[in-house]
């Protein structure tokens, strides 16, 4: 179902505060929609259109990676980038008591626990990316560098795609 009001998420006041330029779009959400349906529900290029993943290593130590709607994660690529093991997606119940947002709706930005986010490399060459808002059916539009503007520090850009 698609929102009548934006609410104010943790996701955009953390935009907010870093006085980052952006727009909120909604859409109809639908569960196992992905970021194929909010793509197609908003006619957004699908490439630009970002998945929030909440994974995990081996220690259990929660992280982010930022993924191209129409791409997948290696997370061998990923292990390697982070010099573990191995990583893995976490379960949806797991991913909300990290981020503190519902799966479909979760944003890099704003999250409970302050985690490293791993950025697909390419994602920075896009000139605007659309990415979840903190809430299910409720994307931004923004500049794919104040990604590092709005985390600073807990930015790793890596190629992790496959």
Same mark, same amino acid.
């Given at each position: 179902?698609?929102?009548?009001?934006?609410?104010?998420?943790? $996701?955009? +006041?953390?935009?907010?505060?870093?006085?980052?330029?952006? !727009?909120?779009?909604?859409?109809?959400? !639908?569960? #196992?929609?992905?970021?194929?349906? $909010?793509?197609?529900?908003?006619?957004?290029?699908? #490439?630009?259109?970002?998945?929030?993943?909440?994974?995990?290593?081996?220690? &259990? %130590?929660?992280? /982010?990676?930022?993924? #191209?709607?129409? &791409?997948?994660?290696?997370?061998?690529?990923?292990?390697?980038?982070? @010099?573990? %093991?191995? *990583?893995?997606?976490?379960?949806? !119940?797991?991913?909300?008591? #990290?981020?503190?947002?519902? /799966? @479909?709706?979760?944003?890099?930005?704003?999250? +409970?626990?302050?985690?490293?986010?791993? *950025? !697909?490399?390419?994602?920075?060459?896009? &000139?605007?990316?659309?990415?979840?808002? @903190?809430? +299910?059916?409720?994307?931004?539009?923004?500049?794919?560098?104040?990604? *590092? &503007?709005?985390?600073?520090?807990?930015? *790793?850009?890596?190629? /992790?795609?496959?």
């Amino acid at each position: 179902m698609k929102p009548k009001t934006i609410p104010a998420t943790n $996701a955009l +006041r953390a935009l907010d505060a870093a006085k980052v330029k952006y !727009e909120a779009k909604c859409y109809d959400f !639908e569960p #196992h929609g992905g970021t194929e349906l $909010a793509a197609k529900c908003l006619g957004l290029d699908h #490439h630009a259109t970002i998945k929030t993943i909440i994974l995990e290593d081996e220690t &259990k %130590k929660p992280f /982010v990676c930022l993924m #191209h709607g129409d &791409k997948e994660i290696s997370t061998k690529n990923l292990a390697r980038a982070r @010099g573990s %093991k191995t *990583v893995t997606t976490c379960t949806p !119940e797991t991913a909300d008591r #990290h981020s503190g947002y519902h /799966v @479909g709706g979760t944003s890099p930005f704003g999250t +409970r626990k302050r985690m490293t986010v791993y *950025v !697909e490399k390419t994602i920075f060459d896009l &000139k605007e990316i659309y990415i979840n808002a @903190g809430h +299910r059916g409720i994307l931004v539009v923004m500049d794919p560098h104040d990604i *590092v &503007k709005v985390l600073g520090d807990l930015v *790793v850009s890596v190629n /992790v795609a496959i």
